[in-house]
């Protein structure tokens, strides 16, 4: 089970720490994900983090601007986002993998929280 945390309302240019803490799975081996979802089109690949050697992988949206981490000693993930624009606005959810490599598309990953909500203002 994954719990995202950590969402809310900023200005255009603030910072948030979404956090994901994850129960009842290997955490530690397995490839985590932050994706990004906005009414009407398709889950949107934010960062991934592998479970085999700690690899990060950013979309172009996100490099220079967030920071995918985790902390397997207490199982949760993390995305540091800053600068943010009103174009971040969207859904935000965490995905897990059985396997420890990572993937950009959403249908390779297998467990989901049911997100948290980020709302920039310009």
């Known amino acids: 089970q994954l719990l995202e945390s950590g969402g809310g309302k900023v200005q255009a240019g603030d910072s948030l720490r979404l956090s994901c803490v994850a129960t009842g799975g290997s955490f530690w081996s397995s490839a985590m994900g932050w994706f990004r979802q906005v009414p009407g089109l398709e889950r949107e690949f934010v960062a991934a983090?592998?479970?085999?050697?700690?690899?990060?992988y950013y979309s172009d949206d996100a490099k220079g601007r967030f920071t995918i981490s985790r902390d397997n000693g207490q199982d949760t993930l993390y995305l540091q986002m800053d600068n943010l624009k009103p174009e971040d606005t969207a859904l935000y959810y965490c995905?897990?993998?059985?396997?420890?490599?990572?993937?950009?598309?959403?249908?390779?990953?297998?467990?989901w929280g049911r997100g948290t909500q980020v709302t920039v203002s310009a």
């Open positions: 995905a897990g993998r059985t396997s420890s490599y990572t993937n950009q598309y959403a249908q390779y990953y297998d467990y």
């Open positions: 983090v592998s479970g085999a050697d700690g690899s990060k």
